[in-house]
């Protein structure tokens, strides 16, 4: 559903005659001199190629990857990890779900200001160098995680102050300042995977009509490091997520907001929580539901999944009765590849109705419904619970 029309009005991001940072070449650089220590992209992350808004060629690795989870992800949405791992298993591929990793602290930067830039820096480097000990190459699940990571990135490669203050504080705790090759978004590995996850489609879902929300902190935040495709909206707006949909056959259908933030906003759901409870319905769900006919929305970070699904109820109390799945792209293929929508997407988790939704994409909800609660029923006896890999005590 993705029209000549929708590629006509939007207007290419990309600013003619403005050189953007070369943050990469001089990263490797720096690399050489011995400044940071780089964690390069090898041929066993078996790396794919795209394109950048800036034109630059950026390599997204595909294996052996170290999981760098989302607090909200993992507390709120647990089937969007989940669902991740559950696609590697799917092909085969090598990973670690990190079990020694802390959060990005990016919260305090855009929720209350009180963090710093030489603190968020050093979180960063200080995950880094986990990764680069582990051997595996670090894969970003959060937005914010991801934005913010880019930020320090940019500013630790500009400024030789910073990282001599964060390489004393790595000192101190027996690590090393470490920075990626490139910082990968989960959204960014999804794009590149997606004709490979659509060979394993088992639902049709060409009747489905979706629309997208793409998470600010993933194209907004140096924007130049994210993928644009001109199969995508004629490349002018990120591929990421609407690349998956169509690939698997859905419709992607455009609406006039879709720029706009969830509500989200950090700050001002904790000072402001009206505010981005009227926003996200009456600025997102409204304009996917009346002018797209949206099915379901399809979102690609945290804090945008859990707004745009938890804040309808505010709407419903006005007497706005929309009633729209939100869910993560990555959780919308693994049930159009057969995953179980119960123990593995975990929609029992999620608010707005989706069992319309389920039963659209061919999906008998009740059978799996029915297992689920044998399963926990199982659980409540003492059987040990179902897993995506063999744990390992150590």
């Given at each position: 559903?993705?029209?000549?029309?929708?590629?006509?009005?939007?207007?290419?991001?990309?600013?003619?005659?403005?050189?953007?940072?070369?943050?990469?070449?001089?990263?490797?650089?720096?690399?050489?001199?011995?400044?940071?220590?780089?964690?390069?992209?090898?041929?066993?992350?078996?790396?794919?190629?795209?394109?950048?808004?800036?034109?630059?060629?950026?390599?997204?690795?595909?294996?052996?990857?170290?999981?760098?989870?989302?607090?909200?992800?993992?507390?709120?949405?647990?089937?969007?990890?989940?669902?991740?791992?559950?696609?590697?298993?799917?092909?085969?591929?090598?990973?670690?779900?990190?079990?020694?990793?802390?959060?990005?602290?990016?919260?305090?930067?855009?929720?209350?200001?009180?963090?710093?830039?030489?603190?968020?820096?050093?979180?960063?480097?200080?995950?880094?160098?986990?990764?680069?000990?582990?051997?595996?190459?670090?894969?970003?699940?959060?937005?914010?995680s991801f934005g913010n990571y880019k930020e320090m990135r940019n500013l630790l490669v500009e400024h030789k102050e910073l990282r001599d203050e964060v390489r004393k504080?790595?000192?101190?705790?027996?690590?090393?300042?470490?920075?990626?090759?490139?910082?990968?978004?989960?959204?960014?590995?999804?794009?590149?995977?997606?004709?490979?996850?659509?060979?394993?489609r088992t639902q049709d879902v060409s009747q489905v009509v979706t629309t997208v929300h793409p998470a600010c902190h993933t194209w907004k935040m140096i924007p130049e490091d994210y993928i644009y495709d001109t199969d995508v909206y004629g490349g002018r707006r990120p591929a990421p997520t609407t690349s998956v949909l169509l690939a698997l056959g859905a419709q992607v259908a455009d609406y006039s907001t879709w720029n706009d933030c969830c509500g989200f906003g950090f700050r001002h759901i904790l000072t402001e929580r009206e505010f981005s409870r009227s926003f996200a319905v009456n600025r997102k769900i409204k304009p996917m539901v009346e002018e797209a006919h949206s099915d379901v929305c399809v979102t690609q970070d945290t804090g945008c999944t859990t707004t745009l699904d938890k804040c309808q109820w505010i709407g419903r109390a006005h007497g706005m009765k929309y009633e729209l799945p939100v869910m993560a792209d990555v959780q919308f293929a693994a049930l159009a590849c057969g995953a179980d929508p119960f123990k593995l997407v975990q929609l029992v988790w999620h608010t707005a109705e989706w069992r319309p939704l389920l039963e659209k994409m061919g999906i008998d909800w009740r059978k799996y419904e029915g297992e689920y609660k044998e399963y926990l029923e199982k659980l409540r006896s003492g059987a040990q619970p179902e897993s995506l890999y063999e744990l390992k005590v150590e």
């Open positions: 559903m993705i029209t000549d029309l929708a590629r006509m009005r939007v207007p290419s991001r990309k600013a003619p005659g403005k050189k953007p940072f070369p943050f990469h070449e001089e990263l490797l650089e720096l690399g050489e001199k011995g400044e940071v220590i780089v964690i390069p992209i090898k041929e066993e992350n078996r790396p794919v190629e795209v394109e950048c808004l800036d034109g630059r060629k950026k390599r997204i690795p595909t294996n052996k990857l170290w999981h760098h989870k989302s607090c909200g992800q993992c507390g709120n949405i647990p089937g969007y990890p989940a669902s991740i791992m559950w696609f590697m298993n799917r092909f085969g591929l090598e990973y670690l779900d990190e079990t020694n990793q802390t959060s990005c602290t990016a919260w305090n930067y855009h929720g209350s200001g009180t963090s710093n830039v030489l603190a968020l820096a050093a979180v960063a480097s200080r995950n880094f160098h986990r990764a680069y000990e582990t051997g595996y190459y670090p894969l970003i699940h959060c937005g914010t504080i790595m000192h101190k705790l027996g690590r090393e300042l470490v920075l990626p090759e490139e910082i990968v978004h989960y959204s960014e590995w999804l794009h590149v995977m997606r004709h490979d996850i659509a060979k394993l």
